[in-house]
């Protein structure tokens, strides 16, 4: 049994009733376990205090008081039934029996209370919301940025906040007149449209192909960003190359960089990717302008602060915002410079013609010249081998070789004396 398992069954041993295999097995599991004798051991303290208790006497006259209130409750007889009921109950029933209603009156109050509450949030919330829409570039709200709940608490951030509360009720007509010639302007809005690609094709002379590659990239705008070239294989004296090069082109010379490519190369793999990534970058320059808002109120609201505590929080949302702006403006940046120069990875190998040339079959005399020479290189090897071999097992050997002949004198001594 473990320590759990016994505990469960203490009191049941102490009052005797478990069968003889557990009690030995409870008996058994207390003499090794010092937790469990410690606990055992204050369960019989405990309950031989309680039998040490003295009995105690009722008060005089309790008898007597407790005969005559038996004698005076009320009994009632039917004619086909008889039912005994006391005066006592129906007394403590009709005491309490207005609590019921009481309690179901008290819940009504209550929920008509926080109804009311209610109410009076929602309808003052309501200009905290409208404050809200100012930030609104399009149907979807723009994250605004998160309650500043200690200058709340502090005794200028009410009047503060009132006051960014009106001018952003100033402003709301301005943003919603701007909303509606942004959404006027969305079919107008510039595509941003990013194209790449990947081609491997082969060329019969590398340095050749990489020159006039040059010069077309050169010719339409773009640029080689990366070049990386290495001699892959070497095939009679020839170094064949293979280069690994990140194009650059203008958007436009795109699928002309790569005709090009198929006209003066021989193309074997090729994968052209556009994506459109317009909703994305106006939904990152919708947030910029917003938050460039919100910067805006906050500066007007950090030179009316009068603590110390509001300018510290209003610097940390500055702090906030200004992050913010600064990485949807690198991404920004990033999607302008993919949408107008697509890229283009280049692998490109060097490859050589196969010549099939019949060569003339060398004579009889020469095959044995080489056959001979051959013989005796591989004579020449062989030997060289085994004493190399030898060299480098001689830790090993030489003491074997000692053991072994030590016993071979020491069996020829012993068959000496036998004989």
């Known amino acids: 049994m473990n320590c759990d398992e016994v505990r469960n069954l203490l009191f049941s041993y102490i009052d005797n009733?478990?069968?003889?295999?557990?009690?030995?097995?409870?008996?058994?599991?207390?003499?090794?376990?010092?937790?469990?004798?410690?606990?055992?051991?204050?369960?019989?303290?405990?309950?031989?205090?309680?039998?040490?208790?003295?009995?105690?006497e009722p008060p005089a006259g309790y008898c007597k008081r407790l005969h005559e209130k038996l004698l005076n409750s009320k009994i009632t007889v039917f004619k086909d039934e008889s039912v005994i009921e006391s005066n006592k109950p129906k007394r403590i029933k009709s005491k309490y029996?207005?609590?019921?209603?009481?309690?179901?009156?008290?819940?009504?109050?209550?929920?008509?209370?926080?109804?009311?509450?209610?109410?009076?949030?929602?309808?003052?919330?309501?200009?905290?919301?409208?404050?809200?829409?100012?930030?609104d570039s399009k149907s979807q709200a723009a994250p605004s940025a998160p309650p500043m709940t200690p200058m709340a608490e502090s005794p200028g951030a009410g009047a503060a906040e009132e006051e960014m509360a009106d001018q952003n009720n100033g402003e709301r007509n301005k943003m919603m007149g701007m909303n509606q010639m942004s959404t006027m302007a969305l079919d107008a809005r510039e595509m941003k449209i990013i194209k790449s690609g990947t081609v491997y094709a082969q060329t019969k002379d590398y340095d050749?192909?990489?020159?006039?590659?040059?010069?077309?990239?050169?010719?339409?705008?773009?640029?080689?960003?990366?070049?990386?070239?290495?001699?892959?294989?070497?095939?009679?004296?020839?170094?064949l190359m293979y280069g690994n090069l990140r194009l650059r082109v203008p958007q436009d010379s795109f699928y002309e960089l790569i005709s090009y490519l198929e006209t003066y190369t021989d193309v074997r793999r090729k994968n052209l990717n556009e994506n459109d990534v317009?909703?994305?970058?106006?939904?990152?320059?919708?947030?910029?302008?917003?938050?460039?808002?919100?910067?805006?109120?906050?500066?007007?609201?950090?030179?009316?602060?009068?603590?110390?505590?509001?300018?510290?929080?209003i610097e940390n949302e500055l702090r906030r915002i200004r992050t913010e702006i600064d990485a949807l403006n690198i991404s920004l940046a990033d999607i302008?410079?993919?949408?107008?120069?697509?890229?283009?990875n280049l692998e490109v190998e060097e490859v050589k013609e196969v010549n099939f040339s019949i060569k003339s079959e060398k004579g009889i005399m020469e095959r044995s010249k080489e056959g001979f020479i051959s013989t005796v290189n591989s004579i020449v090897r062989g030997f060289g081998n085994f004493i190399v071999n030898i060299a480098s097992a001689a830790p090993i050997v030489i003491p074997a070789a000692i053991i072994f002949i030590i016993l071979l004198l020491r069996i020829k001594k012993y068959w000496k004396k036998k004989i």
């Open 17 to 56: 009733e478990i069968d003889e295999d557990e009690k030995l097995l409870i008996e058994e599991h207390i003499e090794n376990c010092d937790e469990c004798k410690n606990e055992f051991e204050e369960y019989k303290m405990i309950i031989k205090a309680l039998n040490d208790l003295p009995d105690e």
């Open 97 to 135: 029996g207005w609590l019921k209603y009481g309690s179901l009156a008290a819940a009504l109050v209550l929920v008509f209370t926080v109804a009311a509450l209610n109410n009076l949030n929602l309808s003052g919330g309501m200009k905290a919301t409208e404050d809200n829409m100012v930030y």
């Open 208 to 239: 050749t192909f990489l020159k006039s590659l040059e010069e077309k990239i050169s010719s339409i705008g773009g640029f080689i960003e990366n070049n990386s070239t290495e001699v892959y294989q070497v095939y009679d004296n020839n170094k």
């Open 278 to 313: 317009t909703k994305e970058y106006y939904e990152k320059d919708n947030r910029v302008k917003n938050l460039e808002i919100q910067e805006q109120h906050l500066r007007d609201l950090f030179e009316k602060a009068q603590t110390v505590e509001e300018m510290l929080q």
């Open 336 to 344: 302008n410079d993919r949408a107008a120069m697509s890229t283009i």
